[in-house]
């Protein structure tokens, strides 16, 4: 079975940071950066599980739900990986989003 660990605990991580990040922060990038982030992880994981249909966009909630939309879609995605290496390239953009998004 594939630990998919190091990606939850990112996905944790970074939500745990944009619930923590005053509105202001979230306003100026922070939780669009979380959007954009949370979009490509749920497009990676419907990729996976259906690469023979359109994957659906991930609608934007609002600023305080992004923190609640990356911990979904890096679960989703976190179900469907098959080995280290997308586990690794998965934690890498959870890395660089929340570098981006100043949290």
């Known amino acids: 079975m594939l630990d998919t660990t190091p990606l939850i605990l990112a996905v944790d991580r970074?939500?745990?940071?944009?619930?923590?990040?005053?509105q202001s922060r979230l306003?100026?990038?922070a939780a669009a950066e979380a959007l954009e982030l949370a979009?490509?992880?749920?497009?990676?994981?419907?990729?996976?599980?259906?690469?023979?249909?359109?994957?659906?966009?991930?609608?934007?909630?609002?600023?305080?739900?992004?923190?609640?939309q990356i911990t979904v879609a890096g679960r989703d995605l976190a179900l469907v990986l098959r080995d280290e290496e997308e586990v690794g390239e998965a934690v890498r953009l959870v890395t660089e989003a929340m570098a981006r998004a100043g949290v």
Request: glycine residues 4%; charged residues 35%.
């Open 27 to 29: 306003q100026r990038g």
């Open 14 to 22: 970074f939500a745990d940071r944009l619930r923590a990040a005053p």
């Open 39 to 68: 979009r490509e992880l749920a497009v990676r994981a419907q990729l996976r599980e259906a690469p023979q249909q359109e994957p659906r966009r991930m609608p934007d909630a609002g600023m305080f739900a992004a923190a609640d």
